[in-house]
């Protein structure tokens, strides 16, 4: 199920996307991931029942932060600022 709102404005309906950027702390390794897409709740899904390389070694995984765009390139490029180094200052292990 991909999360959309719609909206009618002048009788028409407008269907909008919405682009997803999600961290996941690992409760094996307390490491994060940070991952992005367009429909949150299955990519969730898969990532808790093993079904994602790169984090099924580390399962279980807890989401700790998401946030939505609607403009893909938005969401890509924070995605990729979570990645970096000052990103990943914002959510350091305590």
Do not use: C, W
């Amino acid at each position: 199920m991909i999360i959309t709102k719609v909206i009618i404005l002048r009788d028409h309906l407008i269907k909008i996307m919405f682009y997803h950027v999600y961290i996941l702390e690992s409760l094996k390794d307390n490491n994060f991931y940070t991952g992005f897409t367009s429909d949150l709740k299955p990519r969730l899904k898969m990532h808790y029942s093993g079904k994602v390389r790169s984090t099924k070694n580390r399962i279980p995984l807890k989401l700790i932060y998401y946030e939505a765009y609607l403009n893909k390139q938005d969401a890509k490029g924070r995605e990729l600022f979570l990645k970096s180094g000052s990103g990943k200052k914002l959510f350091v292990n305590n």
